[in-house]
């Protein structure tokens, strides 16, 4: 199971572009990236998913170097609204064994 | 993205007492159901792991006896937090499994034992 680091909090601005960038060293050939946002006393919502080079959505942008062991989440104009916390979870979402498994996540605020 | 329903959001409940959760998956078939518990400031922690139709499987230091998990349907589990007690106060949150390529989780549920 690839373990994931992250910055533990990440302080930004409205309107500026946040990048937070989670280490899986030991990803697997068939594993995905996928992004998660919480908000406190809720459940995690999908926001992007990826399995190399750059992928993008009406809400964030997913950059995957070469080598896969590594990623970086991209919020653009971020608001006081992006304020929560950001998880990076490694696997293959359809596999049989696979386990949503959590890392410490990375807390961002957002300040006025 | 699917819909995943999860009831009560919010409980507060007396110590000793039991409390049910439910997870519905609302346009999928889930094969299998994960339960977490997340503590304040804490990440979400994997209780148990559970598959339609047999015993669920549970993380090391999770009381199978404490929290019981059914999962009889393939759009409904079940976890009955059973003799609560104050520590057992946190955040529960189920995440069926469809078999895409994303997980899906519900809304969570707060639980207050008093």
């Known amino acids: 199971l690839a373990k994931t680091t992250q910055p533990i909090s990440m302080d930004s601005y409205e309107g500026q572009e946040v990048n937070i960038t989670c280490s899986h060293n030991?990803?697997?050939?068939?594993?995905?990236i996928t992004w998660y946002q919480q908000f406190p006393s809720q459940g995690p919502r999908f926001i992007i998913q990826?399995?190399?080079t750059k992928v993008t959505n009406e809400v964030a942008s997913l950059f995957i170097p070469a080598d896969r062991k590594s990623s970086t989440l991209s919020l653009p104009r971020v608001s006081l609204s992006d304020t929560a916390v950001y998880y990076c979870?490694?696997?293959?979402?359809?596999?049989?064994?696979?386990?949503?498994?959590f890392g410490r996540g990375t807390s961002l605020i957002v300040h006025p | 993205g699917a819909v995943v329903s999860q009831h009560p959001s919010r409980v507060i409940c007396k110590s000793g007492t039991s409390v049910k959760i439910e997870c519905r998956s609302l346009?999928?078939?889930?094969?299998?159901m994960f339960w977490y518990r997340q503590f304040p400031k804490q990440s979400l922690m994997l209780m148990a792991t559970?598959?339609?139709?047999?015993?669920?499987?549970?993380e090391q230091g999770v009381e199978k006896d404490k929290f019981l998990i059914n999962h009889a349907s393939l759009t409904l589990s079940t976890l009955t937090v059973t003799s609560a007690h104050p520590e057992d106060s946190s955040f529960y949150i189920c995440?069926?499994?469809?078999?895409?390529?994303?997980?899906?989780f519900g809304q969570g549920t707060r639980l207050t034992v008093v």
């Open positions: 979870l490694v696997g293959l979402p359809s596999g049989g064994s696979y386990i949503p498994t």
């Open positions: 030991n990803i697997a050939t068939n594993d995905y």
């Open positions: 990826g399995y190399k």
């Open positions: 346009d999928f078939q889930a094969t299998t």
């Open positions: 559970s598959n339609e139709g047999s015993k669920a499987t549970y």
């Open positions: 995440s069926p499994k469809g078999g895409g390529t994303e997980a899906f």
